[in-house]
């Protein structure tokens, strides 16, 4: 079966909860179920993202409520976005970048979910009228169209409708695993990453002059090296740690580290291992009998978090998670280095000329036929 309509929009509004007495509670225990489904069932982190609250349903479930989500097909598509917005500092008030991007398709009848991360490099046509990359779709629109001009462009890149969507923050990311108390991961493959951005030092010319920076430009120096107050190093060991929020959050943003670790693929990888350590933290009988840590968490999301999930779809989420089956869930990266089969559907052009000589990636046909076929495999059996 095959999408047909992907034109659809919608603008709901989070509701404003009451976080009183035994009826917020029990809000708050759906509600982190559902963001349990959605983080289990997104990983990109997303946040890398307010999704990460993710936990496995709890159980307390009226079996005769009845599952009210948007869908197409039988399935729900959920848009996961990480920005790099910093809700203080000197970085508040700039474009929002998606540092992150991931569509969680959870199946209504087939009780499956699958995720699909896309690469932050990929160069698209926004709805309006400009080429960019994807990551930048978002911080580019005006006010209040952020959200739906991206949710269009992916659903043109992939080929499906986009039914809901919710964006986090970095600040709100390492909120809720330092609310959690840490989370525990392991650590597969060490690296080291020798450029990770300081946050606020962006743009500082760590005490030298415009003559002095250009001499060392023109002496072909590395970046680090001219601008060291704006790198830090970082590093990660193999095997198991546990980590905060500001670790954490360091572990799935890395992007230079060496040891193959300097790829979106194995960012995504890392980012989905983060989604399930936070599953895992969530659930914990810990985390569940302590009402000042749900309390929390549920107002860390309803604070800070662009969404159209509203309480009640995020009710219908909870139902539904009670029906998923977690054994079930597949992970797709589109990338430029796979073999086709696993998502090497792109590729990054030589000349840059057209695209402002950054670094882009483009699908490898020439549009997005492939890249739909390759989707619609997972979606509808053939996995």
Same mark, same amino acid.
């Given at each position: 079966?095959?999408?047909?309509?992907?034109?659809?929009?919608?603008?709901?509004?989070?509701?404003?909860?009451?976080?009183?007495?035994?009826?917020?509670?029990?809000?708050?225990?759906?509600?982190?179920?559902?963001?349990?489904?959605?983080?289990?069932?997104?990983?990109?982190?997303?946040?890398?993202?307010?999704?990460?609250?993710?936990?496995?349903?709890?159980?307390?479930?009226?079996?005769?409520?009845?599952?009210?989500?948007?869908?197409?097909?039988?399935?729900?598509?959920?848009?996961?976005?990480?920005?790099?917005?910093?809700?203080?500092?000197?970085?508040?008030?700039?474009?929002?970048?998606?540092?992150?991007?991931?569509?969680?398709?959870?199946?209504?009848?087939?009780?499956?979910?699958?995720?699909?991360?896309?690469?932050?490099?990929?160069?698209?046509?926004?709805?309006?009228?400009?080429?960019?990359?994807?990551?930048?779709?978002?911080?580019?629109?005006?006010?209040?169209?952020?959200?739906?001009?991206?949710?269009?462009?992916?659903?043109?890149?992939?080929?499906?409708?986009?039914?809901?969507?919710?964006?986090?923050?970095?600040?709100?990311?390492?909120?809720?695993?330092?609310?959690?108390?840490?989370?525990?991961?392991?650590?597969?493959?060490?690296?080291?990453?020798?450029?990770?951005?300081?946050?606020?030092?962006?743009?500082?010319?760590?005490?030298?002059?415009?003559?002095?920076?250009?001499?060392?430009?023109?002496?072909?120096?590395?970046?680090?090296?001219?601008?060291?107050?704006?790198?830090?190093?970082?590093?990660?060991?193999?095997?198991? +740690? %546990?980590?905060?929020?500001? #670790?954490? !959050? =360091?572990?799935?943003?890395?992007?230079?580290? $060496? *040891?193959?670790?300097?790829?979106?693929?194995?960012?995504?990888?890392?980012?989905?291992?983060?989604?399930?350590?936070?599953?895992?933290?969530?659930?914990?009988? +810990? %985390?569940?009998?302590?009402? #000042?840590? !749900? =309390?929390?968490?549920?107002?860390?999301?309803? $604070? *800070?978090?662009?969404?159209?999930?509203?309480?009640?779809?995020?009710?219908?989420?909870?139902?539904?998670?009670?029906?998923?089956?977690?054994?079930?869930?597949?992970?797709?990266?589109?990338?430029?280095?796979?073999?086709?089969?696993?998502?090497?559907?792109?590729?990054?052009?030589?000349?840059?000329?057209?695209?402002?000589?950054?670094?882009?990636?483009?699908?490898?046909?020439?549009?997005?036929?492939?890249?739909?076929?390759?989707?619609?495999?997972?979606?509808?059996?053939?996995?």
């Amino acid at each position: 079966m095959k999408y047909m309509d992907i034109n659809k929009k919608t603008n709901m509004k989070v509701s404003t909860i009451s976080n009183e007495s035994g009826q917020s509670q029990t809000k708050a225990l759906k509600f982190i179920a559902v963001l349990g489904l959605l983080a289990i069932v997104g990983a990109a982190w997303i946040f890398k993202d307010k999704i990460l609250v993710a936990f496995n349903p709890i159980s307390v479930i009226a079996t005769v409520a009845k599952v009210d989500l948007k869908s197409t097909d039988g399935r729900t598509n959920v848009l996961i976005l990480g920005s790099d917005k910093r809700l203080t500092g000197a970085e508040s008030s700039r474009n929002i970048l998606t540092d992150t991007i991931l569509i969680a398709s959870i199946g209504k009848v087939d009780k499956d979910v699958v995720l699909i991360s896309l690469p932050r490099d990929l160069w698209v046509k926004s709805p309006a009228g400009y080429s960019c990359k994807i990551n930048e779709v978002y911080a580019y629109s005006k006010e209040g169209e952020g959200a739906s001009n991206l949710r269009s462009v992916i659903q043109d890149v992939l080929g499906i409708p986009i039914h809901y969507h919710i964006m986090v923050s970095f600040d709100l990311f390492k909120e809720i695993v330092d609310t959690l108390g840490g989370i525990e991961i392991t650590v597969d493959n060490p690296f080291t990453d020798y450029e990770y951005p300081v946050e606020n030092m962006e743009n500082s010319s760590c005490g030298k002059s415009e003559e002095e920076i250009k001499k060392m430009l023109e002496e072909n120096m590395s970046l680090t090296s001219i601008f060291p107050c704006r790198y830090e190093k970082i590093e990660f060991a193999q095997g198991a +740690q %546990t980590m905060n929020g500001e #670790t954490a !959050l =360091k572990f799935v943003r890395s992007r230079h580290g $060496n *040891n193959n670790e300097n790829t979106d693929f194995a960012r995504a990888r890392r980012q989905q291992k983060v989604i399930m350590a936070i599953k895992n933290k969530s659930l914990t009988l +810990q %985390t569940l009998i302590n009402p #000042t840590k !749900l =309390k929390s968490l549920y107002e860390a999301y309803s $604070n *800070n978090t662009d969404t159209d999930i509203d309480f009640g779809a995020v009710n219908s989420f909870y139902l539904l998670s009670q029906q998923i089956n977690f054994d079930r869930v597949v992970s797709i990266v589109l990338d430029d280095r796979s073999s086709a089969d696993e998502g090497g559907l792109l590729y990054s052009p030589v000349d840059k000329t057209l695209y402002n000589g950054k670094y882009v990636l483009l699908p490898q046909t020439g549009d997005y036929t492939q890249i739909h076929a390759f989707v619609q495999k997972y979606l509808f059996g053939g996995k």
